[in-house]
């Protein structure tokens, strides 16, 4: 896809001038696979990129050429397939991505220095051993586990005013905010075939289970106050100030335990009819520990909302400060 196959239509619209839209894109890619060993082991490997630079109309906002946003990501993914015997197979695999991603949140208000730098790289590995007892039962074990880091990262470390609303714009207040994922997972079913037993059946006995956790680490950059937090700042309507707002960073996890169990039964009484039964029952479980830090937002008037995070101590010193705010708008 190139800038050039493409129609402009914004001629005697506000946008005449402007591009917008890819300003190309391509996904190369090979991929090739066989045996390493005859009729014991094999290998696949797919090897792809993804390219794309694109426009925001009227960004930056700074200067009279456009600058194009720029995404880069690869692909590479690796699988093994084993079978020693013919009652025995096992299957391995690794996928790695990453993407990188300049100038996130580019708008015609935006600068290159007030937008996000993305770095998002993720891993998966999965592997599932299928074992045959006989002709009528056969069991898998899957197990997996991913990794993924959404990072983004302020690149003045600073905030700016968007021009129509006054209003600071949060997307570049200036803090790093990293958000890795991590999750284990494991499977185990069986499945049975019974004939002659009231009709026939294929039975499904099965077990799962997920482990999660989530991390939110925000990293503040800018001047401090007395508190040690980032330096309050007002946000206003039509110059008349409506909230104030800090941030003072904060690490934050949450975890997640998922547990299943599940019986199945497609059962045929007669050539005609079928009839499919299921039992489950299923665990969730999620927590959050205490983080550590505090964000949020003061209204001009009215009470007070969004302060911080279970460890975030809200004290007198800080109500002082907020007190001397509001006297001083």
């Keep these: 896809n190139h800038e050039k196959w493409r129609a402009d239509n914004t001629k005697g619209t506000p946008l005449e001038g402007q591009t917008s839209g890819p300003k190309f894109e391509m996904e ?23 390219r794309s630079e694109s426009y925001v109309a009227g960004f930056p906002y700074d200067k009279p050429a456009q600058t194009p946003i720029k995404n880069n990501t690869l692909f590479p993914y690796l699988k093994l397939t084993f079978q020693p015997d013919q009652n025995n197979k096992f299957v391995l695999g690794f996928n790695y991505s990453f993407n ?32 045959i007892f006989s002709k009528n039962l056969y069991t898998n074990l899957k197990v997996g586990a991913s990794r993924t880091e959404l990072n983004l990262y302020d690149k003045k470390k600073v905030g700016y005013i968007q021009e129509d609303t006054n209003w600071l714009q949060s997307g570049s207040y200036g803090w790093d ?12 079913d069986a499945t049975l075939f019974l004939d002659e037993f009231l009709g026939n059946h294929e039975m499904k006995f099965g077990i799962q289970g997920n482990l999660l956790e989530g991390r939110r680490k925000v ?34 996890i949450d975890r997640g335990l998922n547990a299943g169990i599940f019986f199945n039964d497609s059962w ?6 079928t009839i499919n039964l299921g039992l489950r029952f299923d665990y969730n479980r999620n927590f959050f520990p205490a983080g550590k830090g505090g964000i949020g937002d003061v209204p001009i ?19 002082k400060t907020i007190k001397e705010i509001r006297e001083n708008l």
């Design 28 to 50: 190369p890619g090979i991929n090739f696979g066989g045996p390493i060993i005859k009729d014991r082991l094999w290998f696949f490997l797919n090897a792809s990129t993804y």
């Design 268 to 273: 045929n009484p007669t050539k005609r009819l």
């Design 100 to 131: 990188y991603l300049d100038n996130r949140g580019a708008s015609k208000y935006a600068t290159e220095d007030t937008t996000w730098e993305q770095k998002y790289p993720a891993y998966v590995i999965s592997a599932i051993w299928t074992h």
């Design 301 to 319: 008037k009215g009470s007070y909302a969004h302060i911080g995070y279970p460890e975030f101590t809200y004290n007198l010193e800080i109500e």
């Design 177 to 188: 905010d990293l958000n890795p994922r991590t999750r284990v997972q494991m499977n185990a």
């Design 219 to 252: 990293i503040p950059y800018g001047p401090k106050d007395s508190l040690g937090m980032a330096r309050l700042m007002t946000y206003t309507w039509e110059g008349v100030p409506y909230y104030a707002c800090w941030g003072g960073g904060h690490d934050r």
